[in-house]
């Protein structure tokens, strides 16, 4: 089934404990972006990548780092996380094409920083 | 950066009935996307519309697209309590990487 996971599906930490959440997809996408929502505020993107190797900053990167070291993973990762990081985090995935073709989203991870 | 805004906020029909909403954006785009977030879940992809398109239909799905004014509506026919999601318009800046949400229609469908 063609599917983007995310991992966890629900998280609390502490303030300042170093965390990855991770995204696989398993249809060959060449880009993958990661959003966080939070109310009020919709869907914002944190970084997106357009193939192996490039990644690229989107709106609300401070506190974030990603990788994308194969195709099929990008992992969110978070150095020390600070309670306005709390938010539900989405992962999605899509072919680059010149017609932008559909994301695809993952279930979501909800994270919570104390 | 936010590039669509949709509206009605939230928007409370009883079944049966047709929903509407509505969405404008500020700069030109390529196509604008639908998407339907039922509660906490992940986004699903409704539907596309390119710029040069004025109009398309997907089952009980309308969109309109009016690049003069910058807007598109979603349409949504007979509704059922099923439908009852919050429901996104997505812009493209994908040269830039970037597909940007609107803040969402969160419609309610009353059995």
């Known amino acids: 089934e063609a599917q983007v996971t995310q991992n966890p599906r629900y998280l609390i930490t502490v303030t300042g404990k170093k965390l990855t959440v991770t995204c696989s997809q398993n249809?060959?996408?060449?880009?993958m972006s990661w959003y966080r929502q939070d109310p009020g505020l919709g869907l914002r993107q944190i970084y997106y990548?357009?193939?192996?190797?490039?990644?690229d900053k989107g709106d609300v990167p401070e506190g974030y780092k990603v990788s994308r070291k194969e195709k099929r993973n990008f992992p969110l990762i978070l150095e020390s996380p600070s309670p306005n990081q709390t938010s539900l985090y989405f992962c999605?995935?899509?072919?680059?094409?010149?017609?932008?073709?559909?994301?695809?989203f993952g279930n979501g991870t909800r994270l919570t920083v104390t | 950066s936010q590039q669509g805004e949709e509206d009605p906020q939230a928007l409370s029909i009883q079944e049966g009935e047709n929903a509407t909403m509505n969405c404008s954006y500020k700069?030109?785009?390529?196509?604008l996307q639908w998407y339907r977030q039922n509660s906490g879940r992940g986004l699903v992809h409704l539907i596309l519309?390119?710029?040069?398109?004025r109009e398309k239909h997907s089952g009980r799905l309308r969109v309109t697209l009016d690049t003069s004014k910058k807007s598109s509506s979603l349409l949504i026919t007979a509704s059922r309590a099923a439908d009852t999601a919050s429901y996104f318009c997505?812009?493209?800046?994908?040269?830039?990487?970037?597909?940007?949400f609107g803040k969402g229609t969160k419609l309610s469908v009353k059995p």
């Open positions: 999605a995935s899509s072919y680059l094409t010149v017609d932008n073709s559909p994301l695809h």
């Open positions: 249809m060959n996408h060449e880009y």
């Open positions: 990548s357009m193939n192996v190797e490039v990644t």
């Open positions: 700069t030109s785009i390529n196509n």
């Open positions: 519309i390119r710029s040069n398109e």
């Open positions: 997505a812009t493209d800046k994908r040269s830039q990487g970037n597909l940007i």
